[in-house]
């Protein structure tokens, strides 16, 4: 009867008999339940996770729409802009192209007006020069004729006349 003085062999028993206890008290039993509802708590939270994710996903593509639709709107912007910078531009160009025609029309009627002065005034120098030299030339010629008092008073009207 060795085996029942080895202290080895008591500790087995011993641990037999805690074991047996551990059991009979149903701590496996709470053990598994303990282990059931971390395992629960686990589930919930990737189940919260996976809900999150989705919506962090749901939230990206609207996101990502509402970036598409604003540059799409963006680029609507700059075309308009741009239509209307052109449109402002064909205009004024059209108003600067008029406003130069009437500037030129303006200075060919002033330069015509001008002209016609000078010509005019030309003419009438022409005519006093003109006047002048008859009456030189007839003086000239009836100085060296015999004067008669009609011709004298005709010349002398003649030159008042001309004035």
């Given at each position: 009867?060795?085996?029942?003085?080895?202290?080895?062999?008591?500790?087995?028993?011993?641990l037999?008999?805690?074991?047996?206890?551990?059991?009979?008290?149903?701590?496996?039993r709470?053990?598994?339940?303990?282990?059931?509802?971390?395992?629960?708590?686990?589930?919930?939270?990737?189940?919260?996770?996976?809900?999150?994710?989705?919506?962090?996903?749901?939230?990206?593509?609207?996101?990502?729409a509402?970036?598409?639709?604003?540059?799409?709107?963006?680029?609507?912007?700059?075309?308009?802009?741009?239509?209307?910078?052109?449109?402002?531009?064909?205009?004024?160009?059209?108003?600067?192209?008029?406003?130069?025609?009437?500037?030129?029309?303006?200075?060919?009627?002033?330069?015509?007006?001008?002209?016609?002065?000078?010509a005019?005034?030309?003419?009438?120098?022409?005519?006093?020069?003109?006047?002048?030299?008859?009456?030189?030339?007839?003086?000239?010629?009836?100085?060296?004729?015999?004067?008669?008092?009609?011709?004298?008073?005709?010349?002398?009207?003649?030159?008042?006349?001309?004035?």
């Amino acid at each position: 009867m060795d085996i029942m003085l080895d202290a080895h062999f008591w500790v087995g028993v011993a641990l037999v008999i805690f074991a047996g206890i551990l059991v009979w008290a149903g701590v496996p039993r709470l053990a598994a339940q303990a282990l059931d509802a971390r395992a629960d708590k686990v589930r919930a939270q990737l189940d919260e996770a996976n809900r999150l994710r989705e919506e962090a996903q749901a939230l990206l593509a609207d996101i990502k729409a509402q970036r598409e639709q604003s540059e799409k709107l963006a680029a609507e912007v700059m075309a308009n802009a741009k239509e209307e910078a052109e449109r402002l531009q064909a205009d004024s160009q059209a108003r600067l192209a008029e406003q130069i025609e009437r500037r030129g029309q303006l200075a060919e009627r002033r330069i015509a007006t001008a002209e016609a002065q000078a010509a005019a005034e030309v003419k009438a120098a022409a005519a006093d020069l003109a006047a002048q030299l008859a009456e030189k030339v007839l003086s000239q010629r009836i100085a060296g004729a015999k004067t008669d008092p009609l011709v004298d008073q005709a010349i002398g009207q003649l030159g008042t006349k001309l004035q």
